[in-house]
């Protein structure tokens, strides 16, 4: 039980959450829930891990993930978005259908092998900071530092640019930004996709980088579940999505962690003899992701941030009243 | 006057031709003929669901006619969406506001607009929008987000949102519905000034006052159809108005039977509340409301008179004082403590208060007695009484809508109010507390209402008005009290307009009595 270890593997697995997070954040900002996320994250995980068997190219594995993923999401848009249907439904159903894919599809791939992964990379000065400079600069994935980047690019392009602010205003008011000849549809349409790549590199962040490997369902291990949380926690904001993400992904590692020695603060370590408190341990980051909706969402309503105004509900120009 | 002006002055910018409209149900607009010339300001009337709304969302490409065209310049449009419509220099402001609340000035009107193309240079813009402002006497702060704006605002927001985009016409539906009178009459200068640069206004209104005092001609319609197209304002009367638009006389002073006034029903002992952000609003009101008056509460809006109205029927704490109904204290319990001893309320927000958008007429009039029999059957609704009680409040209250299944969010804004009145009313309150209840209804609708309050009155219903339209409290209340940021400043008795007027902008009675301003009857 290393901190500075528990919190590098947080970083480290907190980039899976935090991709799932802002694709979530994406489509959920143009009005549209996507409850598919796990589905998408375990499509991408499974096609990352394939092409890369295939053709030893992990580069091509990532992009046709995020492709996959990107596919998928459009099953959702077209039955929210241009048949109207509940999203809620749609994107359970999402789930259960892009786990079936992948499950089928990835038949066998667990016992593939040892396959090449993405770069693992060490930044010469920043990871000589003390404390920091571990966990965040030294021998991490280099799609650790895609996220990094992502982060504020997202926020900027969210808060700073047309597409942005045309997208803010279809997730608030879809009738206003219509009025105005922004189409609505296809705006949704889009982010819904975005979302879907977003998820797609998310998965193939677990397959390539993280805990490289397939293990069917167990790959994404309900982490797609744990982003939709997360997209709520960090009321729509990349760069509070960042923090909730690592924060999640060190409890992650911690619960692994703990059940490890067999003396823990100098006591017999509880959960080391007796191995069904894991289950217990591996529960919490639902009971936690339950939590920090009730906290997030409170904050919300007194900050008078948060929730897009129209998410969740499809748009039918003309319409009176909802 | 000389050829040339002549032809000037006649010019048609907007002809529309035979425009029919359907919804399911309702024929909203039936052949009707339309036309607006160059710089002037064209008033459209009509009762709540003639069809009003509906032609400018024809006119502004938000529906598509069943049948008819439109011309403008001479030119044949067909407009596939909004966008097109704000291309060829048509602008719409709605009823309700097309603003995201969450975004600031700069960015609403920068919406859905090619420049900038991409990265938003927001200080640059702010800076344009300051300027055009200017030049229509609009002032706004361009980095504030909407919801920290006033109503009068935000609708200066939204006309500079079309004129930012170079309309050339403006359509403002029911501008006035939600203005102070202040505001109102700034509203009125820009508009002169706009037409002053060239511009042409399809205004809307219900107040045939202000129709009277703006417009240069007028339409009127009346359930779809035109009855007077394009006429001279000049010389009309408002009871023509009134005959062009209900097709019968409307009586404008309303008959009232002396007060007689009984024990008192609700006695408010210094009740202080919270609003919605956490500041203090209603702060330290006491009065008494008795059996058989109307008390009205005169103000600027803002100054508490919705958390009051909330606190008094149980939609929200307070902190402080007691609300004594039948001698019962009622404060910090629920709306249900109120509705037993016979506490009814017609709210200012009637979609998200009043009604329940989606669900049927008949499920909105029986929200209040479905607990009753015969209408529950134990742990049952009895569907078929159900239906026959919603039937005879759609007749009594002259309810118009295609049936009585119909979601009520399709209804105009009239007939929802008719909806809030007949479950409020039919459940003969003892004490009834009524919100802006003429807000937006047309002038037959407003003589309804006013007679149901007046009849609720004579019956024996304590009343309480609350409203800003000061001609309407006078005429109906039998007394007045004044509030200013959550405190009454006064009472008044006599109607006395000048005291109202100075109490509401935070003078105190005895203030003014000491001043000599006004005397002791
Ligand atoms: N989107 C819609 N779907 C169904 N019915 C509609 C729709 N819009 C309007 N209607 C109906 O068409 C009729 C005309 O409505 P409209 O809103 O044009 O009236 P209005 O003259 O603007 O009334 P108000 O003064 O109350 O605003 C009404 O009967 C209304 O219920
Ligand atoms: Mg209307």
Redesign the pocket.
């Known amino acids: 039980m290393d901190i500075i270890i528990i919190l590098q593997a947080g970083v480290a697995s907190g980039t899976v959450l935090l991709f799932a997070t802002l694709g979530g954040i994406f489509n959920e900002r143009s009005g549209v829930m996507n409850l598919g996320l796990e589905g998408m994250m375990l499509i991408g995980a499974m096609t990352a891990f394939s092409t890369t068997v295939k053709t030893g190219n992990p580069w091509l594995g990532l992009i046709l993930a995020m492709i996959a993923g990107g596919l998928l999401s459009q099953i959702h848009a077209f039955i929210t978005i241009t048949l109207q249907a509940d999203q809620v439904v749609s994107g359970l159903a999402l789930t259960f259908l892009g786990t079936g894919i992948s499950l089928v599809l990835g038949e066998g791939l667990s016992k593939a092998g040892v396959i090449s992964l993405l770069p693992v990379i060490t930044i010469p000065l920043l990871s000589e900071i003390p404390f920091i400079g571990r966990i965040f600069f030294y021998n991490q994935s280099i799609l650790v530092f895609l996220g990094y980047a992502m982060v504020p690019l997202c926020w900027w392009f969210i808060n700073k640019t047309r597409p942005g602010l045309h997208l803010r205003a279809v997730g608030e008011y879809p009738a206003a930004a219509d009025a105005l000849g922004i189409n609505v549809y296809r705006v949704r349409y889009f982010y819904v996709f975005i979302g879907g790549l977003f998820a797609g590199l998310a998965g193939a962040t677990i397959s390539l980088a993280i805990s490289p490997g397939w293990f069917s369902e167990l790959t994404t291990a309900g982490q797609g579940w744990i982003a939709i949380g997360l997209v709520i926690f960090s009321q729509w904001d990349p760069f509070r999505a960042m923090f909730g993400s690592y924060v999640f992904g060190a409890l992650r590692r911690l619960i692994l962690d703990i059940q490890g020695p067999a003396i823990l603060f100098g006591m017999a370590n509880p959960f080391y003899y007796n191995p069904y408190y894991g289950f217990f341990l591996q529960m919490l980051p639902y009971a936690f992701t339950i939590i920090v909706l009730v906290i997030g969402s409170k904050e919300a309503v007194k900050k008078r941030l948060g929730t897009p105004a129209a998410l969740g509900i499809p748009y039918i120009r ?3 009243g909802v | 006057m000389n050829q040339s002006t002549e032809t000037l002055v006649k010019e048609n910018v907007i002809e529309m031709r035979g425009i029919t409209k359907r ?2 149900g ?1 024929l ?1 607009n039936d052949h009707v003929d339309f036309d607006l010339r160059s710089g002037e300001i064209h008033a459209l009337l ?10 400018m969302n024809i006119l502004a490409g938000l529906y598509k006619p069943d049948s008819g065209n439109i011309l403008i310049h001479g030119k044949s449009v067909a407009f596939a969406s909004p966008k097109d419509a704000i291309g060829a220099g048509i602008g719409m402001i709605h ?1 309700h506001f097309m603003l995201v609340p969450s975004q600031t000035v700069t960015e609403n009107i920068l919406l859905g607009l090619n420049e900038p193309r991409f990265i938003m240079n927001l200080k640059m813009y702010d800076q344009n929008i300051v300027e055009l402002g200017e030049k229509y006497g609009l002032p706004v702060d361009p980095k504030a987000k909407i919801w920290q704006l006033s109503v009068g605002e935000q609708q200066r927001v939204e006309i500079l949102k079309m004129l930012y985009r170079g309309a050339e016409i403006l359509i403002m ?2 501008p006035t519905a939600v203005l102070a009178p202040q505001e109102i009459e700034i509203l009125f200068n820009t508009l002169h000034n706009m037409v002053g640069l060239g511009k042409s206004v399809i205004f809307i209104s ?1 107040k045939l006052h202000e129709v009277e005092q703006i417009s240069d001609r007028l339409t009127v ?1 009346r359930k ?1 159809t035109v009855t007077a197209q394009g006429i001279e304002a000049k010389g009309v009367t408002r009871a023509d108005l009134a005959r062009l638009m209900v097709g019968r006389d409307i009586i404008f002073s309303l008959e009232k039977k002396p007060c007689n006034p009984g024990k008192p029903v609700i006695q408010v002992e210094n009740v202080h509340c919270l609003n919605d952000k956490g500041l203090n609003s209603v702060n330290g009101v006491s009065f008494e409301v008795r059996s058989g008056e109307i008390v009205g509460i005169a103000g600027v809006a803002g100054n508490g008179q919705k958390e009051l109205a909330d606190v008094l029927t149980g939609l929200r704490k307070c902190s402080q004082g007691k609300i004594i109904i039948q001698g019962d204290d009622i404060a910090n319990r629920n709306a249900k403590a109120g509705i037993r001893h016979g506490v009814s309320h017609i709210p200012e927000d009637r979609t998200h208060i009043g009604t329940a958008p989606n669900l049927s007429v008949t499920d909105n009039v029986i929200m209040k007695n479905y607990t009753k029999k015969p209408i529950s059957k134990g742990w049952m609704l009895d569907t078929p009484s159900a239906e026959i009680y919603a039937r005879e409040l759609k007749d009594v209250y002259d309810i ?1 809508v295609p049936s009585i299944d119909t979601p009520v969010r ?6 929802l109010q008719r909806v809030i009145l007949a479950r409020e009313i039919s459940s003969e309150p003892t004490f009834l507390v009524a919100m802006q209840p003429t807000r ?1 209804l ?1 002038v037959g609708a407003i003589e309804g209402v006013q007679k149901l309050l007046l009849l609720q009155r004579d019956a024996g219903a304590a009343i309480l008005l609350i409203s800003e339209e000061l001609e309407e409290l006078i005429s109906l209340s039998d007394r007045i009290l004044v509030i200013y940021e959550g405190e009454i400043m006064g009472e008044v008795f006599d109607g006395n307009i000048d005291e109202i007027g100075l109490m509401m902008t935070g003078t105190r009675q005895n203030q003014l009595l000491k001043s000599g301003e006004i005397h002791e009857i």
């Open positions: 003309g319409q009176r | 919804f399911p309702v909203a009509g009762e709540n669901g003639a069809g009003k709304s509906t032609l009823q539906d029911e219900h319609l779809g118009i399709l209804l105009s804004g009239g007939n937006g047309d």
